[in-house]
């Protein structure tokens, strides 16, 4: 009887073991931030849907220097504000631009913004915003616009890799170029 004690009691014990090991490992995952899926879009510009805040930190521990807001503030409840997100990257001693983009047609104004904003901080640089199509799309249209940039095709074979689509921007990414080709009086 003694020895069928002695058993149950090791039989428990490793269950209990195994039980700690799991909660552990649960509570662990719970606590650990979200991954942050980023699509290259360059060597330096990189994609990503909306950021976590406790994702900061990876992303530095990942090698970006910059990151960049195209979400307009208030856009739904869930949504960190733009100061927060600045908060939280200069606390990691990374850069911060904010370029808000609203739905629908990308204004000139935000390309302009983006291109400045990437012209004058350091890469690696992470675009984002809520799914990261509209960081994709305007990128695309700053890619368009910059002396010596892509061709239309690989601008939007770029934007597709990343899970996104620019077709509905042809037009626009077409006259971009054409006004780069024209301005500068040879082809980019």
């Known amino acids: 009887m003694k020895s069928i004690g002695n058993s149950a009691i090791f039989g428990l014990a490793v269950l209990?073991?195994?039980?700690?090991?799991?909660?552990?490992?649960?509570?662990?995952h719970w606590q650990r931030?979200?991954?942050?899926?980023?699509?290259?879009?360059?060597?330096?510009?990189?994609?990503?849907?909306?950021?976590n805040l406790a994702a900061i930190p990876q992303l530095k521990e990942r090698g970006f220097k910059t990151i960049i807001d195209l979400?307009?503030?208030?856009?739904?409840?869930?949504?960190?504000?733009?100061?927060?997100?600045?908060?939280?990257?200069?606390?990691?001693?990374?850069?911060?631009?904010?370029?808000?983009?609203?739905?629908?047609?990308?204004?000139?104004?935000?390309?302009?913004?983006l291109?400045?904003?990437?012209?004058?901080?350091?890469?690696?640089?992470?675009?984002?915003?809520?799914s990261g199509r509209r960081a994709a799309r305007t990128w695309s249209l700053v890619e368009a616009s910059r002396p010596g940039g892509l061709d239309a095709a690989t601008i939007k074979a770029i934007v597709k890799a990343s899970g996104q689509s620019a077709d509905d921007l042809d037009a626009?990414?077409?006259?971009?170029?054409?006004?780069?080709?024209?301005?500068?009086?040879?082809a980019s």
């Not at 209990?16 to 662990?28: C, E, K, M, P, Q």
């Not at 991954?35 to 994609?47: F, G, M, P």
């Not at 600045?86 to 904010?98: D, I, K």
């Not at 626009?172 to 040879?186: E, L, M, Q, Y």
């Open 115 to 130: 291109n400045q904003a990437i012209a004058t901080t350091p890469g690696p640089i992470l675009l984002y915003c809520r």
């Open 71 to 113: 979400r307009p503030d208030g856009e739904a409840a869930d949504q960190p504000p733009a100061a927060a997100v600045e908060s939280a990257v200069r606390a990691q001693h990374l850069h911060f631009a904010y370029v808000p983009v609203p739905h629908g047609d990308i204004p000139d104004a935000a390309v302009a913004a």
């Open 172 to 186: 626009a990414i077409n006259r971009r170029i054409a006004n780069r080709i024209s301005k500068s009086g040879t």
């Open 16 to 28: 209990l073991g195994i039980a700690g090991v799991l909660a552990d490992l649960g509570y662990s």
């Open 33 to 51: 931030p979200p991954k942050v899926d980023a699509h290259r879009l360059t060597s330096q510009i990189w994609v990503a849907e909306q950021l």
